[in-house]
């Protein structure tokens, strides 16, 4: 005969069942449902109800410390009134991502003059993670509109999002070893977040797709420090890589339009594009003084479409405007050049070393290999063009470039015998 089981004995076999192992330093294994890190202290959920110790009793690595990798299903939290920042990272890597991350939400919502009414639903939630698998896991299940609008290679490359129905950043912090790239990311993704909270105080469903994106590339580059808090903070940094996109593109007299630039829709709104519209945020931010931001501002309060009304935006014809811009985009192609040049082994060296390079990244090389040969740099333009070919990108006019590249190289005239290498990109480019 079998006996059915109480309730209470069912529930507490299923409460078991999810049990997790958290390892105390005196060897003990502490059964948990749920746990978290806070402000030093484990917050965890067991099944004879819930307990707080602190961190230094997690099992220790080496005797001395707690370990830097937390165990699985802890996460660590740092909450302020804006932002509540949770990820599996190591100490000083979660402490450096939420104080930075703090300061930069600060900064932006005096940018765009947010209210506290404005900020309805904060603090608002940023999870950073350690494991690229975890992440893609979780952008399939909160952004499958990536990979579906943008195709699945685009997808493939994301490494952050912002989903709006939840108010939330996700981004995975394991995609770069240096620690400026990674801030990078989590500033561009917290900026869709607080352009989301500006598109709300307006009134308007979104913003436009040039300038979510174009902002929030252009934030990523600011450094979170001190001085963002000062009457006038500095501007960010340049995207090196947004430059040398659209020099490349006025060089090859492809250079994006005002209107076109702004008809562009969020499905075909890919690399270039980002690039172009990064661009665009600058011009309005840093010419003229800045004074085009404030009407800029204005211009989306008022909910207008997206060519309607700009040139109250530009104070100029709007011919004369993208003359200007693309002049001044033209003037900052050396400083760009300089800055590549003297980092051009470690450079170089990444782009030897990559069997084959995304269609993106390969367009980028091939930008990077122009800027190069444009200032008589022949081995890092080599370099970046085989690069660029490995990856698929690939034109007539950059092999007969590195043809000449190599003769240069090898000491060769326009009348002399050329080497074996050059001859072959002379037939590639006629193939």
Same mark, same amino acid.
Not at 75 to 86: C, G, K, N, T
């Given at each position: 005969?079998?006996?059915?089981?109480?309730?209470?004995?069912?529930? =507490?076999?299923?409460?078991?069942?999810?049990? !997790?192992?958290?390892?105390?330093? #005196?060897?003990?294994?502490?059964?948990?449902? %749920?746990?978290?890190?806070?402000?030093?202290?484990?917050?965890?959920?067991?099944?004879?109800?819930?307990?707080?110790?602190?961190?230094?009793?997690?099992?220790?690595?080496?005797?001395?410390?707690?370990?830097?990798?937390?165990?699985?299903?802890?996460?660590?939290?740092?909450?302020? #009134?804006?932002?509540?920042?949770?990820?599996?990272?190591?100490?000083?890597?979660?402490?450096? *991502?939420?104080?930075?991350?703090?300061? @930069?939400?600060?900064?932006?919502? /005096?940018?765009?003059? *947010?209210?506290?009414?404005?900020?309805?639903? $904060?603090?608002?939630?940023?999870?950073?993670?350690?494991?690229?698998?975890? +992440? !893609? #896991?979780?952008?399939?299940?909160?952004?499958?509109?990536?990979?579906?609008?943008?195709?699945?290679?685009?997808?493939?490359?994301?490494?952050?999002?912002?989903?709006?129905?939840?108010?939330?950043?996700?981004?995975?912090?394991?995609?770069?070893?240096?620690?400026?790239?990674?801030?990078?990311?989590?500033?561009?993704? *917290?900026?869709?977040?607080?352009?989301?909270?500006? $598109?709300? %105080?307006?009134?308007?469903?979104?913003?436009?797709?040039? +300038?979510?994106?174009?902002?929030?590339?252009?934030?990523?580059?600011?450094?979170?420090?001190?001085?963002?808090?000062? $009457?006038?903070?500095?501007?960010?940094?340049?995207?090196?890589?947004?430059?040398?996109?659209?020099?490349?593109?006025?060089?090859?007299?492809?250079?994006?339009?005002?209107?076109?630039?702004?008809?562009?829709?969020?499905?075909? @709104?890919?690399?270039?594009?980002?690039?172009?519209?990064?661009?665009?945020?600058?011009?309005?931010?840093?010419?003229?003084?800045?004074?085009?931001?404030?009407?800029?501002?204005?211009?989306?309060?008022?909910?207008?479409?997206?060519?309607?009304?700009?040139?109250?935006?530009?104070?100029?014809?709007?011919?004369?405007?993208?003359?200007?811009?693309?002049?001044?985009?033209?003037?900052?192609?050396?400083?760009?050049?300089?800055?590549? *040049?003297?980092?051009?082994?470690?450079?170089?060296?990444?782009?030897?070393?990559?069997?084959?390079?995304?269609?993106?990244?390969?367009?980028?090389?091939?930008?990077?290999?122009?800027?190069?040969?444009?200032?008589?740099?022949?081995?890092?333009?080599?370099?970046?063009?085989?690069?660029?070919?490995?990856?698929?990108?690939? &034109?007539? %006019? #950059?092999?007969?470039?590195?043809?000449?590249? /190599?003769?240069?190289?090898?000491?060769?005239? &326009?009348?002399?015998?050329?080497?074996? =290498?050059?001859?072959?990109?002379?037939?590639?480019?006629?193939?």
């Amino acid at each position: 005969m079998i006996r059915a089981l109480p309730i209470v004995a069912l529930l =507490a076999a299923a409460v078991i069942a999810q049990e !997790k192992i958290i390892r105390l330093d #005196d060897g003990r294994r502490l059964p948990v449902i %749920s746990s978290a890190l806070k402000d030093g202290l484990v917050h965890a959920e067991t099944s004879l109800g819930p307990l707080v110790f602190p961190d230094e009793r997690l099992a220790r690595a080496g005797g001395t410390t707690p370990p830097a990798q937390l165990p699985v299903g802890i996460l660590r939290i740092s909450e302020s #009134d804006i932002l509540r920042v949770e990820s599996d990272l190591d100490r000083d890597r979660h402490r450096q *991502l939420a104080q930075g991350l703090e300061i @930069f939400a600060r900064y932006l919502r /005096r940018h765009y003059g *947010l209210e506290q009414a404005d900020m309805i639903g $904060a603090p608002y939630r940023v999870r950073a993670w350690r494991r690229r698998a975890d +992440f !893609k #896991d979780i952008q399939a299940r909160l952004a499958p509109a990536i990979s579906e609008k943008k195709g699945r290679g685009f997808g493939e490359g994301v490494a952050g999002f912002y989903a709006p129905d939840l108010g939330e950043v996700h981004f995975w912090d394991g995609g770069s070893g240096r620690v400026g790239a990674r801030m990078e990311l989590a500033q561009h993704e *917290l900026c869709h977040l607080f352009n989301h909270l500006l $598109a709300r %105080s307006m009134g308007r469903g979104g913003m436009p797709t040039w +300038f979510e994106e174009g902002s929030a590339v252009y934030y990523s580059m600011t450094i979170a420090d001190e001085t963002l808090d000062a $009457a006038e903070p500095p501007e960010p940094l340049e995207h090196e890589a947004s430059l040398v996109a659209v020099i490349s593109d006025l060089e090859d007299e492809r250079a994006y339009g005002l209107e076109e630039l702004m008809a562009v829709p969020y499905e075909r @709104f890919l690399g270039r594009e980002y690039s172009w519209s990064w661009a665009l945020v600058r011009e309005l931010r840093q010419a003229d003084g800045g004074s085009r931001w404030p009407r800029l501002l204005d211009w989306l309060r008022k909910g207008e479409k997206e060519a309607a009304g700009f040139d109250a935006v530009l104070g100029t014809r709007r011919a004369a405007f993208e003359k200007a811009w693309h002049r001044r985009l033209r003037l900052a192609a050396p400083l760009l050049v300089d800055r590549h *040049l003297r980092r051009n082994e470690r450079l170089v060296a990444v782009a030897t070393a990559m069997k084959k390079p995304s269609a993106e990244l390969a367009r980028s090389y091939r930008s990077i290999a122009r800027s190069y040969a444009s200032v008589e740099e022949a081995g890092p333009a080599l370099a970046f063009f085989e690069a660029a070919w490995r990856g698929g990108a690939e &034109e007539a %006019s #950059d092999r007969l470039l590195a043809a000449r590249l /190599r003769a240069r190289l090898a000491g060769a005239a &326009e009348d002399e015998v050329w080497p074996g =290498a050059a001859l072959v990109d002379l037939r590639r480019a006629v193939e």
